[in-house]
């Protein structure tokens, strides 16, 4: 498993999580950076990883691209004239990398990218202000956004374009589908609201009393959720009440929060999520042991940077990507999305 994560002060961090000992019941692991280097001339503002494909973008208006099975830069993408706010990967259950690649910029726009080579598909307005959050469905169909316009938008990804969007009356900062699909959570400062997908009806909200910065769906639904509070909170959305709670798990904010899953684990396997705090430590959690009392980190690494943004993968294949010089026809991308 590996994390990627950015920092205020252009430099990207890449660590592989490992078993620090051979003896599977001691459940020892340790964070070992494999990369760390001022990858972009700016801030990085978000990062996404989906197989060995990582991927991070900034206010310098682009995004690069990494291989986690060789620690190696694959080098940027230039198709923006604006910050780009959030990235997505889209990856089909029965592939081991990637198909697409989704960001969201600053000017509204949302751009879809085929990740074999990296070119891109199509760019299409959905706001009128600049994308806080982009969330891409399990079945890779649609997205949403959220935006400083006070929207929330839905894109059709299979024609590339935007097909709705209603006011919220309030600007939201995240949007998270669940594993599922099923719901949708929008978070509006100290507010989480669990939404419906199929008619984005609100079921209930969760009240985080403090600023949320960043969340993670995990399973049996339960939403962990970080931010101003410095601790990270397990959610029930089936009761909207809080499963457990890791207080203090760092000194400052949260950035951003990732729930780990290794490919084919058993069910006696540790729980494991991960957190970042501009504090400039990724800690890895086994969240199991919350529900009695607060964890000691199992992992731990110090990156002495204000981090921004944090993602995670499993790392499932070798399988290097490319980046493209062309362009396909816009009437491919019903295709390839």
């Avoid at 190696?72 to 259950?93: D, K, N, Q, R, V």
């Avoid at 085929?114 to 959905?126: M, W, Y």
């Amino acid at each position: 498993m590996s994390l990627i994560a950015g920092s205020y002060e252009r430099f990207i961090w890449g660590f592989k999580l490992k078993p620090l000992t051979h003896d599977p019941p001691s459940q020892s692991l340790t964070l070992t950076q494999i990369f760390s280097y001022p990858s972009h001339i700016a801030p990085i503002t978000t990062v996404a990883a989906a197989g060995p494909a990582a991927a991070s973008g900034s206010s310098d208006d682009t995004i690069h691209i990494y291989d986690l099975s060789s620690a190696a830069s694959l080098g940027p993408l230039h198709h923006f004239s604006s910050s780009i706010t959030s990235l997505s990967f889209y990856c089909p259950p029965n592939l081991s990398f990637p198909r697409n690649l989704l960001s969201a910029a600053a000017d509204g726009t949302i751009s879809i990218f085929d990740t074999e080579p990296f070119v891109l598909l199509k760019s299409f307005r959905s706001h009128k202000k600049c994308i806080n959050d982009l969330a891409v469905h399990p079945s890779g169909k649609l997205a949403l956004s959220v935006s400083r316009d006070g929207c929330l938008a839905m894109s059709n990804l299979m024609r590339g374009k935007r097909s709705f969007c209603c006011r919220l009356g309030k600007e939201a900062t995240i949007v998270k589908f669940d594993a599922s699909g099923d719901r949708f959570f929008m978070a509006s400062e100290e507010k989480i609201g669990v939404h419906l997908a199929e008619d984005a009806r609100l079921l209930f909200e969760l009240d985080n009393q403090k600023r949320v910065l960043c969340a993670a769906s995990g399973e049996g639904g339960i939403l962990f959720t970080g931010g101003e509070s410095r601790s990270i909170t397990a959610w029930d959305t089936n009761s909207g009440k809080v499963a457990y709670c890791i207080e203090d798990a760092h000194s400052t904010r949260l950035k951003g929060i990732v729930v780990l899953t290794k490919d084919g684990g058993s069910d006696d396997e540790p729980y494991l999520v991960a957190s970042a705090s501009s504090d400039g430590f990724i800690r890895v959690w086994d969240v199991r042991m919350a529900v009695k009392e607060k964890p000691n980190p199992l992992a731990e690494a110090i990156t002495k940077s204000r981090l921004t943004c944090l993602a995670g993968s499993s790392l499932k294949t070798s399988k290097r990507p490319r980046i493209g010089k062309s362009t396909p026809k816009e009437e491919d991308v019903a295709e390839e999305v």
